[in-house]
């Protein structure tokens, strides 16, 4: 049995987005099906409909950033009831037995994770699609409690950007005294900078934009260097203990790694892929400097960043668009024009 959902997809690389219908699993025992308000509009998404991984199966429905109500509950759920606020992130299920998934970090399963589109349902082989459409039905298990006072457009995009600058903010211990580096002002970037204040760190962002100092200062950042200016880049040899680079895109980390500190690591976020330039081992040997990558987060560290912004009232910055906007907001997101997440209204598409 299965349910006709609309939603919005592409076809190919080339393709615009555009409406779709497809099948849903009923509820099992363990599912929760949640009607979707709010979607996030994540570089992700637009990496892979564009087939930038290589790895894009079509038709392709992307967004993993979903908040919205529950409308039915399978069985044996426990945690969510109908009428209930939720939400869900990258992934949707993992294998549930390897050693990551025991320690809570199902976005490293050793079997890989289950994502929320442009995947394949581990239990039905069904493919996966996205949050760009009215409903989703997934395990309990990686369904996110959604704290009540929290703006709900806003919150939609925590559950990507947010948990991915959050994990390794938490992973390297930033908190007060470090001194944080962020790597480029989008979607990532300025969860990165609310986020690292919050945790009381001195945060300076890198950026390739001028005009964005106002902005970043708002966001939380206290400095503000311009990547392509060397006085300003030399200012900060030697500073930082933690840069986390957001960039989406092949670019040159050697300008970076010297502005480290002794023992300090730049972890990389954004772009997947082999580097060029090569990257100079001088610095990094003779700082015992580290580079690293992380991907998204756990379901309890999801769920813990969620309730740390409740605490502090966190949310994204959004511009909020109706779906049928999309296609000029994935040009504009390649054009850094995004302050600082677009979020679809998914009422949008009953319109
Ligand atoms: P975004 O909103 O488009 O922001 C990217 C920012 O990077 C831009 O605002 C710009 O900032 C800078 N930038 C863009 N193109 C650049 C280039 N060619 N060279 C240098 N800087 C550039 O993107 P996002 O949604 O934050 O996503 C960022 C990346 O993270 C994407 O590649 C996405 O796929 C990836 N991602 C990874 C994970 C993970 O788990 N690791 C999770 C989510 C997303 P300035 O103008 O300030 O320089
Ligand atoms: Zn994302």
């Keep these: 049995m299965t349910m006709n959902i ?23 025992a363990d599912d929760v099906v949640i009607e979707i308000l709010y979607c996030g509009v994540c570089h992700s998404d637009l ?34 009831k109908v009428g209930d606020l939720a939400a869900v992130g990258c992934m949707v299920d993992s294998c549930q037995h390897c050693e990551p998934c025991e320690h809570g970090e199902e976005q490293y399963c050793v079997e890989f994770p289950t994502l929320t589109y442009n995947s394949v349902n581990r239990h039905d082989q069904m ?5 760009y459409s009215e409903k989703i039905v997934v395990t309990e298990k990686f369904t996110l409690k959604v704290p009540e006072n929290l703006e709900l457009a806003g919150t939609a995009p925590l559950l990507c950007a947010g948990i991915t600058t959050w994990s390794p903010l938490r992973h390297w211990k930033v908190g007060k005294g470090s001194r944080v580096a962020v790597v480029g002002l989008g979607g990532l970037g300025h969860m990165a900078l609310k986020l690292a204040k919050a945790l009381g760190a001195e945060v300076t962002l890198f950026t390739r934009s001028e005009g964005k100092e106002a902005d970043a200062r708002r966001l ?33 980390l050697n300008q970076y790694i010297p502005t480290l500190a002794i023992s300090g690591t730049l972890v990389l976020v954004g772009y997947l892929g082999p580097l060029e330039p090569m990257l100079n081992t001088a610095p990094m040997v003779l700082g015992r400097k580290s580079i ?20 502090h009232n966190i949310t994204s910055d959004v511009e909020v668009i109706k779906i ?3 296609n000029t907001a994935y040009q504009r ?19």
Aim: proline fraction near 5%.
């Design 6 to 28: 609309l939603g919005y997809a592409t076809h190919s690389p080339t393709d615009n987005l555009a409406p779709y219908h497809f099948e849903r699993r009923e509820p099992r």
């Design 47 to 80: 990496h892979q409909a564009h087939n930038d991984w290589h790895n894009s199966n079509y038709p392709l429905v992307p967004g993993h950033e979903i908040v919205g109500r529950v409308t039915e509950v399978g069985a044996a759920v426990t945690r969510f």
């Design 127 to 131: 493919p996966t699609y996205g949050g």
């Design 220 to 252: 939380g950042a206290d400095n503000i260097v311009l990547s392509s200016d060397e006085t300003q880049m030399a200012a900060v040899q030697g500073h930082f203990d933690f840069i986390l680079d957001t960039v989406p895109y092949i670019h040159d």
């Design 292 to 311: 690293a990558g992380s991907l998204i987060g756990g379901i309890a560290e999801t769920q813990e960043l969620l309730d740390f912004c409740a605490e």
């Design 324 to 326: 049928q906007e999309i």
């Design 333 to 351: 997101m390649l054009k850094s024009d995004v302050k600082y997440r677009f979020v679809i209204d998914m009422k949008s598409l009953k319109a």
